[in-house]
């Protein structure tokens, strides 16, 4: 997968409008889709302030919990895909220390996606932590495209 990629799914995975019944949907949708796949992971979906929507599913350890905390940090303070930063990251070989900051409350890894408005910007960001850093990020992908009725390719 390449950052052009990864920027234009950012770009067009896109709300009109988001609250509390949205974020139950996605957060919902992502649920059902893990389960089907039997995929132990936890799903998160928050602004700066507030947890919108929360899920830790069978086979799901209280690590994921923190790896969702770390990613949605960092998609919150850098307004992109904690999987295109990551790569971006690694294209330079650089890493979060290099970029000032602290592997205990950031990760770079995939998963983490912004939660966008259209007309706002950057709300929040949703999470999925379980899988592999490309399968988590890909699930995420998948559910707002269908949501969205976008596709992200």
Do not use: C
């Amino acid at each position: 997968m390449d950052l052009d990629l990864l920027a234009r799914q950012e770009s067009k995975l896109v709300f009109d409008a988001f609250d509390e019944n949205m974020a139950w949907k996605v957060g919902s949708a992502l649920v059902e889709v893990a389960r089907a796949r039997n995929a132990p992971v936890v799903v998160n979906l928050r602004t700066p302030n507030r947890t919108l929507f929360h899920a830790a599913l069978p086979g799901a350890v209280p690590a994921n919990d923190e790896w969702a905390r770390r990613k949605s940090n960092l998609v919150l303070r850098e307004h992109q895909s904690s999987r295109r930063f990551g790569m971006a990251l690694q294209t330079k070989n650089k890493t979060l220390a290099d970029h000032g900051l602290d592997f205990a409350d950031y990760a770079d890894h995939g998963g983490s996606f912004p939660l966008r408005v259209k007309g706002a910007g950057v709300i929040g960001a949703i999470t999925v932590s379980g899988l592999a850093s490309a399968e988590d990020h890909a699930m995420i992908v998948e559910v707002l495209s269908a949501i969205l009725k976008v596709s992200a390719e």
